[in-house]
């Protein structure tokens, strides 16, 4: 299992820089995604995780999300877009 802790912020200017951290070729075929310590998430941070999730699972990935900011819950809601996050 691959487990990754997010950090500070994660908006629209930091997004691209986990993107590319989190699609690496890794040999692990689970991953925790744990956003306990992400400071701050906006709407960009519910397209990154659609985006590595897409990614991950087309590669037989499966891909956990814990500790998820609660404003990122708010913008999946809006968009009608919570099955993304489960």
Known sequence: ???VALSGPLTMNTVGVWFAELTKPFAEKIVVLDFAKV??????ALAMISA???ELVARDIDVSIK????SVKVVADIYDAA???G
Not at 39 to 44: I, L, P, Q, W
Not at 67 to 70: A, K, S
């Open 67 to 70: 500790d998820l900011p609660q």
């Open 39 to 44: 400071t701050e998430a906006d709407s960009s």
């Open 1 to 3: 299992m691959k487990y």
């Open 83 to 85: 099955g993304l996050l």
């Open 52 to 54: 590595i999730k897409r």
